[in-house]
């Protein structure tokens, strides 16, 4: 029954990554569609082979930029033609699977037509080169049409390593047209002019008309966002908040407006730019000082169950319950809803950053809740969830917070490794889940505070006059069956469960028993591409099996993923592909100040 089970979990697994694989191409460019080798070949993993610029782009304000990589199917080559005068990035082609050759045959036609190239290294053509994005979308300029999927080959750059001072004259375009050129401009549908004035809120806070004003900037920049140029972004969105296809007649219309500010406001593109930086980079002339910050602001909008403390017309006091701080929070338009919060209401809200208050973002509800420590001790239990489940949330804006958890989990691995003797076990899954509790009751009833020589349990018990009982930990019944399981504390996270670790251990530990074979090589890929998209496992697994197996983990790693000439020394670029959240761990240990959420959380317990 238990083999039955297992291959019945990975039957769902691959038919979950087959639904996934299918939503990702419907999202996918259409121009990778039907070429979904070129993905591979323009993936900017791959080495460099050369880059080449026209001698003479200086003179002729205009730069012709060849970048090509070496790939497993030969040569990927990008061209980029910059008109450094007026239009921007103007035009952009490419192709893969060429030779040296074909590199030679490039150079010597363009030398006939008098526009030798020569050498150069690549990060300054690349600034070129996404100076002219940035241009063209300053002064309302087409973009050639698939160029996100050729800037595929290069680096993302940051907004203050291009230079637009490279661009136009005195800082304005000057153009040239071609017979096509008429076609390249395009008609804002944003009311630009509530960017210019400043905001200006006095000691009394903003009144209704700098609220509402503030509300059709925030109009203008989802107009922006929605705009026909981003429908890729859009459906990628879609996918990564949905995990499945959906069509706006699919969703509520509370989901809608919900993902639609979400996607607004913090959805981040391949190149980790959002809406906001966009729509800055695009406007950036027209926007007072303020308001510019004001935009940039909203990318740190706050997710929360808020409790109303205080409120004086439009103006509420609110306690966020996910990250333990306290906002005053205004709407900028008329909401019916608002007007029915009051004093102890609970509310389910975004709230977005403007100076020295906020304004409610998105969908605002509030919670349901007959004002008994019955019904609060509820929420505010599900608010201890909410944290514990998603960190993120419960650490943004309060660094405070943060660090308290830090502490905490570094304490608690410090213990671990006391206990255990190491921060990584293997062993069956029951037995792994009997060796969690024991060390949750080792903490809780057997470790003494040098200073006071009590345990936690005594502790608690003199506090409260009550015995402490340890909550039950649920573990799923697929991990309990499983006979390889791995128990791991990430210093920087906190305390995992993977299933088949003997298996991922074995195959970097004994390679040779598992490279080699059709069948042999799809159950290797089944665990090691398991691992790596896995959301839920981290890149402790990998770094340890690249310190402990150097040279073996480079050579399941090049054959797992036919990544050609891989080495250990290159583990940063796959985490940072297949993992790049990895490079931002949160603990999973928080830290809690709030003493009526203590309250409630150890009543909930009892």
Not at 294 to 318: A, N, P, T
Not at 465 to 492: C, H, W
């Amino acid at each position: 029954m238990a083999k039955q089970r297992k291959g019945e979990k990975r039957t769902k697994k691959r038919e979950l990554k087959l639904k996934k694989q299918k939503a990702r191409k419907v999202a996918m460019p259409a121009i990778l569609r039907r070429d979904p080798l070129l993905a591979e070949a323009l993936r900017r993993h791959h080495p460099l082979h050369s880059c080449l610029i026209n001698e003479n782009w200086q003179d002729m304000k205009m730069a012709t930029i060849f970048v090509v990589r070496e790939t497993p199917t030969g040569l990927v080559m990008v061209a980029f033609i910059v008109d450094l005068l007026g239009f921007g990035l103007k035009e952009v082609w490419g192709d893969y699977g060429l030779t040296p050759g074909d590199i030679d045959t490039i150079k010597s036609q363009s030398a006939e037509n008098d526009l030798p190239l020569e050498l150069c290294d690549l990060p300054f053509p690349s600034s070129i080169i996404h100076g002219g994005i940035a241009w063209a979308k300053k002064w309302g300029i087409k973009l050639p049409r698939d160029y996100k999927v050729w800037m595929r080959i290069l680096d993302p750059l940051d907004a203050d390593e291009i230079d637009l001072d490279l661009f136009g004259v005195d800082g304005k375009p000057l153009f040239v047209f071609d017979e096509d050129d008429d076609f390249r401009f395009e008609e804002s549908s944003v009311d630009l002019k509530v960017l210019e004035d400043p905001l200006e809120t006095g000691k009394d806070g903003p009144s209704r008309e700098q609220l509402e004003r503030i509300g059709d900037i925030k109009g203008a920049l989802i107009e922006f966002a929605r705009n026909p140029e981003f429908e890729e972004d859009f459906n990628m969105a879609k996918l990564e908040y949905f995990k499945e296809e959906k069509k706006p007649g699919d969703m509520g219309k509370e989901e809608w407006i919900s993902f639609l500010d979400w996607y607004t406001l913090e959805w981040q593109s391949e190149f980790e730019n959002t809406f906001p930086d966009r729509f800055v980079e695009a406007y950036d002339d027209l926007m007072s000082r303020d308001v510019r910050e004001m935009i940039l602001g909203w990318r740190g909008v706050i997710d929360g169950i808020f409790e109303v403390k205080g409120q004086r017309s439009d103006e509420y006091h609110m306690k966020n319950l996910i990250n333990e701080r306290e906002y005053v929070v205004y709407p900028t338009a008329s909401m019916a809803d608002a007007s029915s919060f009051e004093i102890g209401d609970f509310i389910n809200a975004r709230v977005a950053p403007v100076g020295d208050f906020h304004t409610f973002s998105g969908v605002v509800a509030k919670i349901p809740c007959d004002g008994s420590d019955k019904e609060r001790g509820d929420i505010y239990r599900l608010a201890f969830e909410t944290q514990t489940r998603y960190p993120r949330k419960s650490f943004k804006d309060n660094d405070k917070k943060l660090k308290a958890s830090m502490e905490l989990l570094q304490k608690s691995y410090n213990d671990f490794i006391d206990y255990f003797g190491t921060d990584e076990l293997i062993g069956a899954g029951w037995e792994m889940a009997q060796k969690y509790q024991d060390f949750l009751r080792y903490g809780v009833f057997e470790k003494r505070d040098p200073e006071t020589g009590l345990s936690n349990a005594e502790k608690h018990e003199r506090k409260l006059g009550k015995i402490y009982r340890l909550p039950p930990v649920n573990f799923p019944e697929t991990l309990l069956e499983q006979s390889g399981v791995g128990m791991l504390f990430d210093p920087a996270q906190g305390i995992s469960f993977l299933e088949e670790y003997d298996s991922f251990v074995d195959i970097f530990s004994n390679p040779d028993t598992h490279i080699g074979g059709l069948i042999r090589k799809r159950e290797v890929e089944d665990v090691i591409i398991g691992y790596l998209e896995s959301d839920s496992i981290s890149d402790m697994p990998f770094r340890k099996m690249a310190e402990r197996f150097p040279d073996n983990f480079a050579r399941v790693i090049e054959y797992v993923l036919n990544w050609e000439g891989f080495s250990v020394n290159m583990i940063d670029e796959l985490m940072l592909h297949y993992k790049p959240q990895t490079f931002d761990k949160l603990p999973n240990n928080i830290a809690v100040f709030d003493s009526e959420m203590i309250r409630f959380v150890q009543l909930g317990e009892e």
